[in-house]
């Protein structure tokens, strides 16, 4: 039996590693198809969900740097391995969790080589995705630009204006 743990727990590392960031979930009154639903919205986000045994779970993590004890941990555990970008996996957590009545909690998350809190995790999921943040980024640098750009046009603008008034006058004070 020890051996079968130790494989499982290796396992459960291995994951952890070729992810490097996950988020710690309670989850309660999971029926097949909510987990079926569950691990498909969390497919979809590249991220992957790994249930098992709590102390299997904090054993795996360890490596990590992060140290939870399995009764510092409520009710049933799973582990959300995050995809490419961990900020849309934990929005997909989120939203799964309004739209099922609130059948999964977040407990802890390591993002980006840091552990976080649950309210931690829930704040970092209220920011824009990372096309969001580029383009937020790039109307930064494009902002002064463009307002500069647009200074100009309205000098130009007026002079034409005064140039085009200035003939009128001479042309309406001029006798015929």
């Not at 969001?132 to 309205?154: K, W």
Request: charged share 25%.
């Amino acid at each position: 039996m020890k051996q079968e743990k130790q494989l499982l727990i290796d396992e459960v590392q291995e994951l952890v590693e070729q992810h490097s960031s996950f988020i710690l979930v309670q989850y309660k009154g999971f029926k097949a198809n909510v987990a079926h639903n569950f691990r498909r919205a969390i497919k979809k986000t590249g991220g992957e969900v790994q249930m098992a045994r709590k102390r299997v779970l904090t054993k795996s993590i360890q490596p990590m740097g992060v140290s939870i004890s399995s009764d510092a941990l409520p009710g049933h555990i799973t582990l959300v391995l995050t995809g490419k970008d961990p900020i849309e996996t934990t929005k997909a957590l989120f939203q799964f969790g309004k739209e099922n009545d609130r059948t999964i909690t977040v407990c802890a998350g390591q993002l980006y080589g840091q552990l976080y809190s649950a309210a931690d995790v829930e704040r970092l999921s209220q920011l824009p995705d990372r096309d969001g943040m580029r383009a937020q980024l790039l109307a930064t640098f494009e902002a002064p630009l463009s307002h500069t750009i647009a200074v100009m046009e309205a000098i130009l603008c007026s002079v034409m204006h005064c140039l085009e008034n200035k003939s009128k006058q001479q042309e309406d004070s001029s006798p015929e």
